[in-house]
């Protein structure tokens, strides 16, 4: 598809991947509903597996050919394509889930016997399975916190044991739900220094809060950059979904992997985060400005002991610097402090008439949720504690709807308090 290379991704959501003289016309992609594409003759079917299986290289001019909707699906091409617009990447792979995004980059990127360096905290699942499934295989995490410094992660790795034997450095930033930045380009220096010979360390970073929009990990050092597509991507609360971009040469890598673990996305679900991908800038855009102002109000309330928000990090704090180098929006993500504890917490939560109480984040609709006893219910408390989880800690998504309604309903729900 030729397009001048100065449109905007959000200008191209729409079209981009898509001939609409393969399907009668149409406008939009059809649903490619099937699991098994027929071939023209067997020599067609012949090349299009030689591709597939990595026995030569396509041609510049070769159509690609579809075989089978676990390998390839016109759902899922197009809606990778337009994926990798707003991160700049070469590639990218569609998955069912963002776990499972997640998960094939831990597999494909660690082996038996090497060490994955991540940030803490990170989404629960994740924490989950580098600390209760990976050791099964060998390896073993060590997390360290999203505010050290090079040098403090440098001394974890050397008391580990682990120099020479590092496979991964993980991060997702901000962290969840209390919004800590991890720098990236501080991650790949380190990457670079913990590689040995041609043995590369990969930095992936859960961009799932930020992206794609206001922060693009690949432009400060990342190999990788992995999502939860349920959350602003998917953007309706309806669809579970993840992705995984970067170079050609990793997405190859975790395509093969995702070929046989089997849990590429299926087709309804292509189909969905396109249309999903349409209004992607619009309704991040909507969402933050609306953060803000719910922000500042929540700020200026006097039953609320303090606010966690991008847009509030004062100029004097260290993370200053990293929040003005990796992203271009203070976000849609808040989280407060409500004077008192759970009790108080509860009643503001259950007073709400407009938020939904619910976890998950990043769509239309406005959520509020308590990290302590739901999302990070399995943190233990000593990390609880170092994270700032705490009793009286609200955490809210902020949707698209009328910002004066938004704060009305906090309001109110204050009040109750
Ligand atoms: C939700 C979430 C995940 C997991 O994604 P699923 O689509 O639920 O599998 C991973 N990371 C972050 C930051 C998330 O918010």
Known sequence: MDYPKHFKPESLMMSYGYKSSLSEGAIKTPIFQTSTF?????????????????????????ELGLIYSRLNNPDLEILEDRLTLWDKAEEA????????AIT?????????????????PVYGGTDHFINH??????????????????????????????????????????ANPTI???????????????????EKVYVAVDNTLMGPLWSHPL????????YSATKYIGGHSDVIAGACLGSKEVIGRIKTLRTFFGNMAGPWTGWLLMRSLETLKVRMEKQATNATQVAEFLASNTKVEKVHYLGMIEEADPQYAIYKRQYESPGA???FEIKGGEKEAFKFLNSLKLIKLAVSLGSTESLAEHPKTMTHIDVS???????????????????????????????QALEQV
């Not at 044991?161 to 930033?173: D, F, M, Q, R, S």
């Open 381 to 411: 408390p000593d990390d609880q504690k170092t994270f700032g989880i705490t009793d009286n800690l609200v955490r809210i998504s902020v949707g698209v709807e009328n910002p004066e309604d938004l704060i009305w309903d906090i309001k």
């Open 133 to 174: 499934v990976l050791p099964k295989y060998g390896v073993s995490g060590i997390a360290f916190k999203a505010t050290a410094t090079k040098e403090e992660i440098r001394k974890q790795v050397e008391d580990a044991g682990a120099v020479g034997k590092v496979g991964l450095i993980y991060t997702e930033t901000p």
């Open 180 to 198: 800590a930045l991890v720098d990236i380009a501080m991650c790949r220096v380190l990457a670079d220094e913990l590689s040995v010979g041609d």
């Open 38 to 62: 027929a071939f023209e003759s067997a020599e067609a079917g012949k090349k299009f597996f030689e591709v597939a299986y990595g026995l030569r290289e396509k041609d510049p001019n070769e």
């Open 93 to 100: 792979a569609v998955f069912e889930s963002g776990m499972s």
């Open 333 to 335: 993500m808040l989280s």
């Open 219 to 226: 432009d400060h050092g990342a190999d990788m950059v992995v």
């Open 104 to 120: 094939t980059v831990l597999m494909e990127f660690l082996k038996p016997g090497q060490f994955v360096l991540y940030s803490s």
